[in-house]
């Protein structure tokens, strides 16, 4: 715990004058405080023994005094509120940006055994708890730790006995708050661990909505959702039942430190040993102390809430990303496009089946490439090691003689070009959809490359032109738009490779005609690989790699000698025709 506690302080470090200053009013507040009473006590005690005309005066002036005091009091609880809270905002704008840039370092591998919908609670629920930790917990502890024990030393002063009386049930107290802990720190990690399954399934079913709908299937997602609920209210009642049993324990604490005062008090005063106005300041002290008592209590809260949330953080952060940038990584420029997989072999987890097995295979620069073979047979992992989306298991890819792995990530991603079945367009427009290809393209470059992606008529017919709106993932555009703005995408990219990932299996004929010539044109000059599910898309490729179920090359050749081999490929024709 302490070793996470040293590193989440140092987010501290680039506001520590904020920090230190927030300290300083936190401190200054609360000696204030400590000291309004004492004030009260001193009118009470030799004020009200002088004559009419010096008390009045004296009285005005120690008022004049308390109000100058309670006017600084103020400010200081403005600083700590305000800039306070800004401090935590920003440390929390710094973790987020963490997280998040930590997101984009991971690889496929990660995000294929996540759920969208955790990693976003994470990055959201998670971090303002750890904020408001942050914030609060250092100025609730020192304004605490100033009142308590401010308050013991003058109390002692007064009296002895009626300030140990005073402070007799603090330690049971503490006693009573470390014993609900760690029931209450499970309880807040659990409701965490529901929440993040409550916004995951959220996620999905508002992705898939238009899934669920055609399958009239919204009873079966509620009943989905219900027990996802009421898994969450369940582990929210645990929670709420054990802050109720912390809550109304520390209030019975407070009142019976009143009680024993006001008793013991005035049994004092029927001896003598206590003066009236002594059991007022002590009355007017145990609301001094008993209050940053009740802030602690909070800050148990606060703290459970904010570790939790961080260790779910550093759990993310100390996921090490397994495809990085080597130390000796060169840019990668003037790429002629030649591909080679020597002897490659690939898993995606470790003692599971071979994907790919030994796989041999050289494409030369401008080379257009289809791949066939049965689902599952390894086609799109095939093209998946040429960007370092996965490494491989065993062997090496190289492009124009260079392993992948030597390139830097950034650069031999910037000289391939992806074009998916499953188009993903962001929310904006249609002129920031294609910019992601090139964000510093002029509008004549997007102009230039929708027109080469047969997409600027349909684009020009749309009501804003290229500044519409498209919606969430292009809602508002049909399957064929969609695809030729990923095209235009890629057209202004200008990337010398290329993968096609069934890039039209999913549209109509009409809308596969016109995409189809698209990719035709991108694919001039450019190393190409086309991965197939309509065969008739590829008849006209020289070269068709026909992929084994083992993960390995069982055909290669032209549509019509594949064909004569009355093998694997025709076998997928026939099938398909």
């Known amino acids: ?56 005066g004296t009285v005005l002036k120690l008022g004049a005094v308390m109000i100058v005091l309670v006017g600084i009091e103020i400010y200081c609880n403005y600083f700590i509120t305000y800039y306070g809270h800004v401090m935590g905002a920003k440390i929390e704008y ?20 996540q759920k969208v919908g955790q990693l976003m609670s994470r990055i959201t ?116 039942r054990y802050m109720a049993g912390f809550n109304s324990g520390m209030n019975a604490f407070v009142t019976l430190i009143q009680v024993l005062v006001v008793v013991g008090g005035t049994i004092f005063i029927t001896g003598g040993q206590v003066r009236i106005e002594d059991l007022i300041t002590f009355l007017l002290y145990i609301s001094t102390y008993t209050e940053p008592v009740r802030k602690l209590i909070n800050f148990v809260e606060t703290f459970l809430n904010g570790y939790s949330g961080y ?139 929708a027109k080469a992606a047969n997409a600027h008529d349909f684009i020009m017919s749309l009501p804003d032109g290229y500044d519409t709106d498209i919606g969430q993932r292009g809602i508002k555009l049909s399957g064929g738009q969609k695809q030729r703005l990923s095209l235009a995408r890629v057209f202004l990219k200008n990337p010398p490779i290329l993968i096609f990932d069934e890039a039209t299996s999913a549209l109509d004929n009409e809308s596969e005609k016109v995409v189809q010539e698209s990719l035709e044109s991108l694919a001039k000059n450019r190393t190409t690989f086309v991965i197939a599910h309509r065969l008739s898309t590829i008849r006209n490729a020289k070269r068709i790699l026909v992929l084994a179920e083992d993960g390995s090359i069982a055909e290669e050749g032209t549509h019509e000698t594949l064909l004569k081999k009355q093998g694997v490929y025709a076998n997928l024709y026939n099938i398909s025709m």
Request: glycine share 6%; net charge negative.
């Open 1 to 56: 715990m302490w070793k996470n506690l040293k590193n989440l302080a140092r987010y501290y470090k680039p506001y520590k004058g904020v920090f230190f200053a927030d300290m300083f009013f936190a401190m200054l507040g609360a000696g204030i405080a400590l000291v309004l009473p004492l004030i009260i006590r001193y009118i009470t005690h030799h004020v009200i023994h002088l004559d009419a005309t010096q008390a009045t």
């Open 94 to 113: 710094d973790m987020r940006r963490a997280i998040f840039g930590h997101y984009q370092k991971l690889s496929f591998n990660f995000f294929d055994n």
């Open 125 to 240: 629920n998670d971090l303002f708890d750890i904020t408001e930790l942050l914030h609060h917990g250092p100025e609730d502890i020192v304004i605490s730790v100033i009142k308590i024990i401010g308050s013991f030393i003058i109390l002692f002063h007064i009296n002895v006995r009626l300030c140990l009386i005073a402070f007799a049930l603090v330690p049971v107290m503490l006693l009573y708050a470390y014993f609900f802990k760690n029931r209450m720190k499970r309880a807040y990690k659990n409701n965490r661990v529901k929440i993040a399954a409550i916004n995951s399934q959220i996620e999905d079913n508002l992705s898939g909505i238009r899934v669920v709908k055609s399958f009239a299937n919204e009873s079966e997602e509620m009943k989905k959702f219900k027990e996802g609920n009421d898994g969450f209210l369940s582990a929210k009642k645990d929670s709420y």
């Open 311 to 449: 260790e779910r953080f550093c759990e993310i952060m100390a996921i090490e990303p397994d495809i990085q940038d080597r130390e000796d990584a060169v840019v990668m420029d003037a790429v002629k496009g030649a591909i080679s997989f020597e002897d490659v072999s690939f898993a995606y987890e470790q003692n599971e089946q071979m994907v790919l097995n030994h796989l041999n295979l050289s494409v030369q620069p401008g080379e257009y490439v289809a791949l066939v073979g049965a689902s599952g047979a390894g086609k799109s992992t095939l093209c998946s090691l040429i960007p370092r989306f996965y490494d491989v298991t065993g062997g090496a890819v190289k492009v124009d003689g260079t392993d992948v792995r030597q390139f830097t990530m950034k650069s031999l991603r910037d000289h391939i070009g992806i074009v998916a079945q499953d188009v993903y367009l962001f929310v904006g427009t249609v002129r920031e959809n294609i910019l992601y290809g090139k964000p510093e393209a002029t509008d004549e470059e997007i102009m230039a490359a």
